[in-house]
């Protein structure tokens, strides 16, 4: 099951650092209504995303910024540097099981837009597998002219041969999707082809498809993602698909999934009614059947199973679940009115429970504990099921499932990374063969001589906030270390410990000192963690960022001319209530890809999608709303820290009229070193290629470093 909640998260969020108006379907933020009180904002024509001027004042603010920031030896060095890691041939090749084959899509300095690839498992145990290319997406952007920015693939059980890949004109989340048969490694002619939309689609069975797409004019939901999902038969025009549901304008999204399990084959419909409520129906004969769980759990039917991991308290059957449970009952038996459930995880103040995957005869928990991760594993009994730990995580480290072959076996794969620690690739068999690296990434950089630890700060409303940091081991506590401080905080997302060889590089080789906060409105201790940041209570998640700061200080790794703070998307939001709530805390700030004008977000891009997070700024909401929106809170009199804002002109998920507008009136306003700088594509990642993520990551490293000295 794949269509619910945390599909669109991943569809219409997206965190980033450091992933064209060429139909209707595209960003038409130009088209959208101006509220009463933004009618007044001299810096509405920035919204004109691909207008002639707007794009003069881009490419004017581009080269001023590149000229400071991305031209000379160093940025070269750093850039280059960053992109050694990005595309080294000894990076592991991360693959996904599909029948008797592992599929990988790979990018590296010869195949920038990348290829899609296969071996098998002997082959890939070895050094240098002999892989099967399927696609080169270079070689198809020489054959159509085109720059086509590969975005994944649905092939079709159990067989696997045909497939529907996802290509993006511009790294956006607008894709066309088009059928691929895989012994030929060719397009199907005359096969299923849908153009540039924000499409979900996926196999029922040869001939028959869900689509949810721009089908024309009201088909799309205010949150620009499909409100109509249809059933599509091969040799049929698109027009001729049958209408499965229709969803409302207001909902965030309506999708159609269909199980082909052997012998428990089901389909089902989600409609996403925000980012956090949705109603799953079970189609059967035509008709849909709710599963009649709260619409703010999470549901997911594997085999005989079905699994809810609950968001509040849920009474039911005479017994009352708790917020951030996962829970197990028999489906059948639950959708003819009898539930009865174990409880699989139930959190405490400690821990939370990040993830869960299936094998075939067992239940893989990903669980957290102070952010840190340890595995457990479940077996389906009579009554509790049958529990024991799966050994191999690390001392502060993210363990994590990443493959499994549910249909067929107990295989599964596991991702093990820590700050220090190079990613390791694991294989294991449940009951048979205990996980063993199967691939290692090699280390970018000298991890001996730092050291990780963990620390807690209390925050303003007396709540204890974890946070890691990275530092040399010698590190003199006397205020002079240049410190950067990454943080997001918000819908439910996590932020756990993982290697990257870019950090490494471009920050901690140089002496500095790396700090990731987990402050609320994240989902590091469950959902009550990030509903503790919702609405009128966002500030708490500033709060707990800023006391990550002044603890920092206090505890001399670092003092506000040397810290810097950094973040993207939601984390941008985050950045710019850190620049304009507590500028004298930070000597620097990087704020990618961010919202920003949250009186008129709902209207710009995706927004409308986010208003469950932040409240609807057309409403009474604006009220408290207003105390966090960093576009009309930036003042003239106020001495803000120099700040860069960088963005894509191809995110058609936040956009980038919020980051253009931002800096434009602190300009405006007369405040020194405020930079911007807008690539084209790249979408939400504002990279489409690796060349292109290392020079954005290099120029934000290099701008906070030369501010912080």
Not at 62 to 79: I, L, M, P, S, V
Request: proline content about 6%.
């Amino acid at each position: 099951m794949t269509m619910n909640r945390s599909v669109w998260l991943m569809l219409a969020l997206g965190v980033t650092l450091a992933g064209m108006n060429d139909t209707h379907a595209r960003d038409k933020t130009t088209a959208q209504p101006a509220t009463a009180a933004a009618t007044d904002d001299p810096f509405l024509w920035l919204e004109d995303i691909h207008g002639t001027r707007p794009l003069a004042w881009v490419e004017k603010e581009n080269a001023k910024t590149a000229a400071r920031f991305a031209d000379g030896a160093r940025f070269e060095k750093t850039r280059d540097s960053i992109l050694e890691v990005l595309d080294s041939d000894a990076r592991i090749p991360d693959v996904n099981r599909r029948g008797d084959y592992l599929y990988n899509f790979w990018r590296d300095k010869a195949h920038p837009r990348g290829v899609w690839r296969r071996t098998t498992l002997a082959e890939y145990r070895k050094a240098n597998p002999d892989w099967e290319v399927l696609l080169d997406v270079d070689a198809l952007n020489r054959a159509e002219n085109k720059r086509w920015v590969f975005k994944g693939t649905q092939c079709l059980k159990p067989d696997f041969n045909r497939c529907l890949i996802s290509l993006s004109p511009d790294g956006g989340d607008a894709v066309a999707v088009r059928e691929f048969d895989i012994p030929s490694k060719s397009f199907v002619k005359g096969g299923f082809d849908l153009p540039v939309a924000k499409t979900e689609a996926g196999w029922i069975d040869d001939d028959t498809l869900y689509v949810g797409t721009d089908f024309g004019p009201g088909t799309m939901t205010e949150s620009s993602y499909p409100r109509i999902v249809k059933e599509w038969k091969r040799g049929t025009p698109l027009s001729a698909a049958t209408i499965v549901y229709e969803g409302k304008a207001s909902d965030l999204a309506v999708g159609a999934y269909h199980d082909r399990t052997p012998g428990f084959e089901r389909d089902f419909v989600s409609v996403a009614k925000d980012f956090f409520h949705s109603e799953l129906y079970q189609r059967i004969d035509g008709k849909l059947v709710r599963v009649d769980v709260p619409t703010d759990a999470s549901a997911d039917a594997h085999r005989e199973w079905l699994l809810v991991q609950t968001r509040s308290p849920w009474t039911v059957g005479g017994t009352t679940y708790p917020s951030g449970a996962l829970l197990a009952a028999n489906f059948d038996a639950f959708m003819a009115g009898k539930p009865q459930f174990t409880v699989l995880f139930k959190p405490d103040a400690h821990t939370s429970l990040a993830s869960y995957d299936w094998t075939q005869h067992h239940l893989i928990l990903d669980i957290l504990d102070d952010v840190k991760s340890r595995l457990e594993v479940l077996t389906p009994q009579a009554g509790d099921w049958k529990r024991e730990n799966l050994p191999g995580a690390p001392a502060m480290s993210t363990i994590s499932v990443v493959s499994t072959d549910p249909d067929h076996s107990d295989e599964y794969w596991l991702d093990v990374t820590g700050f220090l620690a190079p990613t390791a690739l694991q294989r294991g068999v449940l009951g048979s063969e205990p996980a063993t690296t199967i691939k290692q990434d090699p280390a970018f950089f000298d991890a001996s001589a730092f050291t990780v630890s963990q620390h807690f700060v209390t925050s303003k409303d007396g709540t204890r906030v974890p946070y890691f940091e990275i530092a040399p081991k010698n590190i003199k506590l006397d205020g002079s270390n240049r410190t950067l401080l990454y943080g997001y905080g918000g819908f439910e997302v996590s932020l756990q410990p993982h290697y990257s060889g870019s950090i490494g590089r471009a920050w901690l080789e140089r002496g500095g000192v790396y700090v990731i906060a987990n402050i609320r409105g994240g989902g590091e201790y469950g959902p009550q963690w990030h509903q503790a940041a919702l609405k009128a209570n966002r500030p708490r998640a500033y709060e707990d960022f800023a006391a990550v700061a002044e603890d920092l200080i206090k505890r001399g790794v670092t003092s506000p001319k040397h810290l810097g703070a950094e973040g993207g998307s939601n984390g941008g939001l985050l950045m710019g209530n850190m620049l304009t709530v507590y500028p004298q805390l930070f000597g620097a700030i990087a704020c990618e890809v961010p919202l920003l004008d949250m009186k008129r977000y709902s209207h710009l891009s995706a927004g409308a999608s986010w208003m469950a997070e932040y409240g609807d700024p057309d409403t009474a909401d604006w009220d408290f709303i207003k105390t966090f929106s960093p576009y009309q809170n930036v003042k003239k009199a106020v001495d803000y820290p120099p700040v860069l804002f960088y963005t894509a002109t191809s995110d058609d998920r936040v956009g980038p009229v919020q980051a253009r507008k931002m800096a434009a009136r602190m300009q405006a306003q007369g405040h020194p070193n405020v930079w911007f700088y807008e690539n084209l594509e790249g979408g939400h990642g504002a990279g489409a290629d690796n060349r292109q993520s290392a020079h954005m990551h290099a120029m934000a490293y290099d701008f906070l470093w030369d501010q912080l000295k």
